[in-house]
């Protein structure tokens, strides 16, 4: 993927991958002041780590200040680079590692058009995640990623397409994927009504210059696999 704007050290400036400008969002309240405090921990200037996320220092300034928000493949990325989760950066961080995690505390959450919920706990080498991928999400159904790890997934309901490479594949509930994130691959709904999916994959750090490909990743209209 998460899941999977960021293709270049000088990566979307002010692209469609992310969620709009302006001020903080309420779905995302804790990754602005995170964000900035993971960087500093890590001993990263802002633009050392830009440059590892493949943004510009500019845009990066601009989520660690809340004035843009990130879409979930955005957060996904930055969470591999600073070696934590999605959790961490909302600061969803549990009391204790319960191995149980209970539907009632899967709160929904919003990135870029896509729901999802956390569906494991956090410090561990995965994440697993409950994803709702809109019918049409333009921001992120054609951006292809690459990086490093695996991912696994499986459909619960509607249609998904899965690019892998120059293959596309269309599943239908109860089919699964599990390959190698080094594959350039994409996701996008291929059902009214979207798609509803499992998805977990490794949370591996990595210099992501090579995180994502194609137009999208460098702010320009997305193309097709």
């Known amino acids: 993927m998460n899941p999977l704007p960021h293709g270049s050290a000088e990566g979307p400036t002010d692209g469609p991958a992310d969620g709009p400008p302006g001020g903080p969002s309420a779905d ?5 002041p995170r964000l900035r405090d993971l960087r500093r921990r890590s001993g990263l200037t802002l633009e050392a780590a830009a440059q ?4 510009s220092p500019a845009h990066l300034s601009r989520l660690e200040t809340g004035r843009r928000q990130p879409s979930l493949p955005m957060l996904l990325t930055l969470a591999r680079t600073y070696g934590t989760t999605v959790s961490d950066l909302l600061g969803e961080v549990a009391p204790e590692r319960d191995p149980i995690v209970r ?5 929904a959450q919003e990135a870029g058009g896509w729901t999802y919920r956390q569906a494991g706990g956090s410090g561990r080498a995965m994440q697993a995640l409950r994803l709702h991928v809109p019918e049409r999400s333009a921001a992120q159904e054609d951006l292809v990623r690459v990086h490093p790890g695996e991912e696994w997934l499986y459909v619960l309901g509607g249609r998904l397409r ?3 490479g120059e293959s596309v594949h269309l599943l239908s509930p109860g089919d699964a994927a599990h390959f190698d994130s080094l594959t350039p691959h994409r996701i996008a709904a291929a059902s009214s009504g979207g798609v509803d999916l499992l998805f977990v994959h490794t949370l591996l750090q990595s210099g992501a210059a090579e995180l994502c490909l194609g137009d ?10």
């Open 28 to 32: 995302l309240p804790t990754v602005a």
């Open 52 to 55: 590892r996320v493949g943004l």
């Open 103 to 107: 539907a009632d505390r899967m709160d």
């Open 216 to 225: 999208a990743a460098r702010g320009g209209r997305p193309g097709t696999p």
């Open 162 to 164: 899965l690019a892998l």
